[in-house]
């Protein structure tokens, strides 16, 4: 499956400090790992959409985030190998599309193609591999098939439906990635797509790897049936097929920290014999709307190609964002993208005034100190501190006010440059 157009990110000059995130499963902010050979590229896989909906903010913060680590490492010239998946197969897409009255495929497409132009609009980096559930089915048979063959999976007998299930208790790590505790993990299984007293199971946590066929459901032929995938296996075999174990970052929004995150791992963990999928896990917070979480069900979302429509501009939104951290459950508001619509005015300001000059002069003629390596090197600084965009935004803010008050300056093209290619914000009107 295609994905959108890259925006082309420009290598900047300069240091480049280590980039160290929060990684969910140590509990602690530590270095991303680099490949042993210096010419290979960081693996990223970040969890897709299931295309039932709308591109929304909570989306958006989520993808702003990965794009933010795709850009650090990008324009300090390290290569990046990000793969991200689209669960075009799943009972979301399926009970949207019977209420809505259209065909579910019909209904995916749709709300990838929007998915797409949202990307582009707020100038994400696309992956290098965008895969579609559809698209992976022969790798989830291997992988379900694999999985059977060393006994961390099993299938239903004596049942109408003889579905396919991981065994939890298999890969003796299981649950390191979310460090919930038992109670914690049963809640949010029952609540995110498991199916805890489905009979027949070995244990009530036992994920569902393959769905046996059940009449209007597409179906995939396998050797143990004709069904469709699960949902976590799906990004399991994505991942091993392009990016093998372990790779560096495994990224969503922190919903997905359990279960879909922790099965994902521990069934990839179970096929490779790897103790560890990944080296970081790296999950964004919830974003709410005016002090209420953001929700389909309470219908408050905020809509990324609305605002665009509405005349906002995206690296506006970007901005808006930005103004939080990354890991924070953080609020939206009319006055958080007006402040952000200000601080973008201050900063275009201040790179206008520099008229595209290499230098500016002082009032009395004396020349002023050019900031400009020491601005990339400060925004480097924030975002290798576990993408401290707050502070990002401080350091913009405070060169803008250096240049409008005439006590610095710097060369416009390459602040310019910077800005795009570190926070992807668009100085240019």
């Known amino acids: 499956m295609h994905s959108w157009p890259n925006p082309s990110i420009p290598v900047l000059e300069g240091e480049v400090p280590v980039l160290a995130l929060y990684d969910t499963a140590d509990d602690s902010i530590k270095p991303v790992e680099r490949p042993a050979d210096p010419s290979a590229d960081v693996g990223i896989y970040v969890c897709g ?4 909906d709308s591109t ?28 991200q998946n689209i669960t075009d197969v799943d009972d979301p897409l399926f009970e949207r599309a019977e209420r ?7 209904l995916g497409t749709s709300q990838v193609d929007l998915f797409r132009s949202d990307m582009e609009q707020l100038s994400v980096v696309p992956p290098r591999h965008y895969i579609g559930a559809m698209e992976s089915i022969d790798e989830v048979v291997d992988l379900v098939t694999r999985l059977l063959e060393v006994g961390a999976a099993y299938q239903l007998e004596d049942d109408e439906y003889a579905d396919v299930y991981a065994d939890y208790t298999f ?10 505790d038992k109670e914690t993990m049963d809640e949010l299984f029952a609540e995110r797509g498991g199916d805890p007293e489905r009979p027949g199971k070995r244990h ?23 069904g469709r995938p699960g949902w976590h296996i799906e990004c399991s075999a994505i991942a091993l097929n392009r990016l093998g174990t372990p790779f560096a ?36 917070g919830m974003i709410g709307l005016d002090g209420t979480k953001m929700s389909k069900s309470l219908g408050n979302l905020v809509f990324v190609h609305k605002l665009v429509e509405q005349g906002h501009d995206p690296s506006a939104i970007r901005v808006g ?59 480097r600084t924030a975002l290798s501190q576990d993408l401290d965009t707050p502070e990002a935004l401080r350091v913009m803010d405070s060169w803008a006010h250096s240049v409008n008050t005439g006590k610095s300056t710097a060369v416009a093209s390459t602040i310019e440059d910077a800005l795009f290619a570190l926070l992807g914000v668009r100085l240019s009107r």
Do not use: C, K
Not at 56 to 80: C, E, K, P, Q
Not at 171 to 180: I, P
Not at 347 to 354: F, G, I, K, P, T
């Open 49 to 52: 959409i299931t295309p039932y």
């Open 56 to 83: 929304h903010l909570g989306h958006a913060a989520t993808y702003l985030t990965f794009d933010l680590i795709n850009r650090y490492l990008m324009s300090g010239g390290i290569g990046v190998h990000y793969v």
């Open 100 to 106: 809505d009255g259209v065909d579910w495929r019909e």
């Open 171 to 180: 890969t003796s790590q299981f649950g390191y990635e979310s460090r919930y």
């Open 204 to 226: 009530p946590l036992d994920a569902l790897l393959w769905r046996a066929h059940r009449d209007g459901e597409p179906e995939w032929e396998a050797p143990f049936g004709a």
């Open 249 to 284: 970052i495994q990224g969503g929004g922190s919903d997905l920290r359990f279960p879909h995150h922790e099965f994902s791992a521990a069934h990839a963990e179970a096929a490779s014999g790897r103790p560890r999928m990944a080296h970081h896990y790296v999950h964004s």
């Open 321 to 379: 964002l930005f103004a939080s951290h990354y890991r924070d459950d953080r609020d939206w508001s009319e006055q958080i993208l007006a402040e952000a619509e200000q601080r973008l005015e201050l900063w275009r300001s201040a790179w206008e005034s520099l008229s595209g000059s290499p230098q500016a002069s002082a009032e009395a003629g004396a020349a002023v100190p050019d900031t400009t390596e020491q601005l990339i090197f400060d925004l």
